[in-house]
């Protein structure tokens, strides 16, 4: 069966140091992956999204970026982090429509 | 842009008591998919109607995916604690692998 992993759980990091969040999936190849971030309370805004290894697409301009290095990793990455970079990061994988999401990092940036 | 209008945004209603959420879309959808977050949790995945008028059940879920395949809702029976969450609708337009959300129900059981 698949897995999707991500970690960390939580993330507690100042204002302009670096990130790097990372998420595995297993049991599936060439899955669509996926990177949204929720806000307390609100709606998942999608930040990327890939089809394939080193294929990235940006949904919202922003400081953030993602990488695909391998079929089943899928990695967000800051090089300096801004207080509204706060939020519940979620990755989520997919073959078809249905996405299947991972435990999620909690990231508050003070 | 594409949109889901998603209403009520909050729901308090007492156990054993019906609920239901509704969702409309800006555009034709290929697809709804309903996912269900617990608090603290992430979305997980309930549902996916596909085909105009479709009705699906999962025990006390009742799912509808309208005519039009614009709008659809979520029918819950007799609501008990553990139905306690956010609940989303999802649906893809045309064959664009990117889903459209909706904002949420929350919903809330006193017991």
């Known amino acids: 069966s698949q897995t999707i992993h991500q970690w960390p759980a939580t993330l507690v990091q100042p204002v302009g140091s670096p990130l790097s969040l990372e998420c595995t999936v297993e049991?599936?190849?060439?899955?669509?992956l996926y990177w949204y971030r929720q806000a307390a309370g609100r709606g998942l805004q999608l930040l990327f999204y890939s089809v394939g290894i080193g294929q990235i697409s940006s949904e919202v301009p922003q400081n953030l970026s993602a990488s695909r290095p391998q079929d089943r990793q899928f990695i967000l990455s800051s090089k300096k982090l801004l207080l509204s970079d706060s939020g519940f990061y979620l990755c989520?994988?997919?073959?078809?429509?249905?996405?299947?999401f991972g435990p999620g990092t909690r990231l508050t940036v003070l | 842009g594409q949109q889901v209008m998603q209403i009520p945004q909050y729901q308090h209603v007492q156990e054993g008591e019906d609920f239901t959420t509704y969702c409309n879309s800006s555009t034709t959808l290929s697809n709804i998919q309903w996912y269900k977050q617990r608090p603290g949790g992430h979305p997980v995945f309930l549902i996916q109607?596909?085909?105009s008028g479709e009705v699906k059940k999962q025990k006390r879920l009742t799912f509808q995916f309208g005519e039009a395949k614009k709008n659809s809702s979520l029918h819950i029976t007799a609501t008990q604690t553990t139905d306690v969450g956010t609940y989303f609708c999802a649906g893809n337009a045309g064959n664009n692998r990117k889903l459209i959300w909706g904002l949420g129900t929350s919903l809330a059981v006193n017991p």
């Open positions: 109607l596909v085909k």
């Open positions: 049991g599936t190849s060439n899955p669509n």
């Open positions: 989520a994988w997919a073959l078809y429509n249905e996405q299947f």
